[in-house]
């Protein structure tokens, strides 16, 4: 319940990264226009102004670069923060959960594509990242365990130089988990209730192969996505709506080149949009 009233304010949950020593974006409230002039100076004329609440895939963000407002509008100010935007190499997430005991459990870093402040894909595991598993692990436990957290929680991070900076925390199951469907052996929806209902699991949650999660945003049912080999497609069953998640379809296979081929089968049932999206995660996976 702590988890829940703190983190969905977005100056809240920053306060909390900062207490903890958590390495995340500087950042400050921003009350008025003097305020955002302010943050030019102490955080960086590059910003990334977000309102404090109800803001996601892309809704209630602007970018702020030198003497330009971002379009802000003005009933804004009050309840919004400015960041200083971040040059990084790849945008990583990690999904665990913690138990009323105590005990934590995590699955690998993914690696996630956002468009216009909306994921379009994950890929899981992602590359290299031994270097970064264990203290991502380390901040997110950190996290969980300051506000005595039970049930699935996501952190979304940014690769910087040789390190992580949380960019947000989701007290929740996440989108960038949903490969779990397909691509382990406990989905991340499973490990939530086993925390929920205190029903610690025996071993941790094993991968299985490679994952592609793609998003399905703003398109039409097609039924061919529950017939192709290697494919399995989520439907969410909500009303149309112009870049709404509708759904998502889950790639899986022993390897790179598995996947690959399913793509190949998904693609020619996809529209351009998706097809694009599909084709720059098809380029991800082919780079060595």
Not at 31 to 60: C, H, P, Q, T
Not at 134 to 151: F, K, N, P
Request: charged share 25%.
């Amino acid at each position: 319940a702590e988890a829940m009233r703190l983190l969905p304010a977005r100056d809240q949950q920053k306060g909390i990264l900062d207490q903890l020593e958590v390495d995340t974006s500087p950042w400050q409230s921003i009350n008025s226009i003097s305020d955002l002039d302010a943050a030019r100076l102490r955080i960086g004329e590059d910003l990334v102004v977000k309102s404090i609440r109800d803001g996601y895939d892309g809704k209630g963000q602007w970018l702020v670069r030198g003497d330009d407002d971002g379009g802000i509008p003005g009933d804004a100010y009050g309840a919004i923060i400015a960041e200083r935007r971040i040059d990084f190499s790849r945008e990583l997430s990690l999904i665990g959960a913690r138990f009323e005991d105590g005990s934590a459990v995590f699955y690998p870093l993914v690696e996630n594509y956002h468009q216009s402040g909306m994921l379009r894909y994950t890929l899981a595991p992602a590359r290299d990242i031994d270097a970064l598993q264990d203290s991502a692990e380390s901040m997110l436990r950190r996290i969980m365990d300051s506000l005595d957290y039970v049930g699935v929680m996501a952190m979304e991070c940014f690769h910087a130089g040789d390190g992580l900076l949380v960019n947000e925390l989701a007290p929740r199951v996440h989108n960038s988990g949903h490969w779990t469907q397909a691509g382990a052996d406990i989905s991340q929806f499973d490990l939530h209730l086993f925390a929920m209902l205190d029903r610690p699991v025996r071993e941790l949650p094993e991968p299985r192969g490679v994952t592609l999660m793609l998003n399905l945003i703003g398109c039409q049912w097609n039924p061919t996505w529950q017939s192709l080999p290697g494919i399995q497609c989520w439907w969410y069953g909500k009303s149309w709506r112009e870049n709404r998640k509708l759904g998502h379809i889950n790639l899986n296979a022993s390897d790179e080149p598995g996947v690959l081929q399913s793509c190949e089968r998904l693609m020619a049932t996809l529209d351009p949009f998706h097809q694009e999206m599909l084709g720059l995660a098809m380029e991800r996976l082919s780079q060595d």
